[in-house]
């Protein structure tokens, strides 16, 4: 029997397999081929405080290993989902992480303020901080710390919910960023969100993605979330790290766990594989056996270096 259990700070979640926002839907898309409960999370597509249509289309498309996209937070607004969505999580008492993005430090003072009312619904919040995709002030024009920094704060004045901030290389020093972010009140980190990239159609000279630009994910980010996780985690070894960015098989949820991932979310994965968080699940379960590894506290940030001869 391999014990599974994770804790990130005062929070226990079954097992560290969970989702990446945005590749997830935001209710019961992948129920036909997922048991949300098997999960130790759902982390749901980005909410905004009113409904967005996102960007034009084309807003995805492949590149060698991963894909861009430039959706645009496409959703229906905070009060579709208060009234339409927490029910059905609600009734199947399915953790519930929710990410969510302002075009103001007021939006999203307003967003937590209303969700902190859904708080025995609600296990944590996610702040999209790094979204590449939106023009309009907020999320794309968070790049400077100290506006960083008065987002989380007003964040955490109107909720007692733990709080995951969502970083990207595309905001600078991940290490710095990730330490401002603590002390501005955050109490885990999400690593990492996509890096801005770009694939042009040479038959036509244009954008293969409308917006011209898109995030990249998938496995072509995946050393550089692999290494941002390892050097925050040494840094800040009791901060919980949700670990994201091209965790597409077990093999690659097992290197985040062994440089002290707290939290696996698959992403992109979930397009090629709608079964890719439970083959993860089950693959991380194997291996332990086989290791014969009791728990995965064992495994987490058990990373052995090379020394120097």
């Keep these: 029997m391999v014990n599974l259990e994770t804790h990130a700070g005062q929070l226990r979640f079954k097992n560290p397999v969970t989702v990446a926002s945005g590749t997830f839907g935001v209710k019961d898309e992948f129920a036909r081929f997922v048991d949300y409960r ?27 290993a991963g894909m861009l ?4 937070l496409q959703n229906k607004g905070l009060e579709d989902f208060i009234e339409d969505k927490i029910p059905y999580f609600r009734e199947r008492k399915i ?3 929710v990410n969510i993005a302002g075009e103001s430090t007021e939006e999203f003072s307003t967003l937590a303020r209303e969700l902190n009312r859904c708080r025995k619904d609600i296990t944590a919040l996610e702040l999209n901080l790094s979204c590449p995709n939106i ?5 794309r024009a968070i790049r400077e710390q100290k506006l960083i920094s008065r987002t989380i704060q007003a964040v955490r004045k109107e909720t007692g919910l733990f709080i995951f901030a969502k970083l990207s290389p ?6 710095e960023t990730s330490r401002e972010a603590v002390r501005a009140g955050a109490n885990g980190l999400t690593l990492i969100n996509t ?18 630009t898109g995030g990249l994910s998938g496995p072509a980010i995946r050393p550089i979330a692999l290494r941002y996780v390892y050097e925050v985690k040494q840094a800040l070894p009791k901060v919980p790290v949700i670990a994201t960015g091209g965790i597409t098989t077990w093999e690659d949820a097992v290197e985040f766990l062994i440089v002290g991932a707290d939290l696996l979310a ?13 083959d993860i699940l089950e693959g991380i379960t194997a291996y332990c056996r086989e290791k014969k590894v009791k728990s995965i506290n064992e495994l987490r ?9």
């Design 38 to 64: 098997k999960l130790g999370a759902v982390i749901t597509k980005t909410i905004t405080l009113h409904p967005r249509q996102g960007n034009p289309m084309p807003r995805i498309c492949e590149t060698p």
């Design 266 to 278: 698959a992403g992109t994965a979930n397009y090629v594989n709608p079964r890719a968080t439970l």
């Design 301 to 309: 940030g058990s990373l052995v270096t090379h020394r120097r001869p």
């Design 135 to 139: 023009e309009a002030g907020g999320v």
């Design 69 to 72: 996209n430039a959706i645009g």
């Design 95 to 97: 953790p519930l992480i």
């Design 170 to 175: 595309e905001l600078g020093d991940v290490l």
């Design 195 to 212: 890096i801005r990239g770009m694939a042009v159609n040479v038959h036509s000279r244009k954008p293969q993605i409308a917006a011209g």
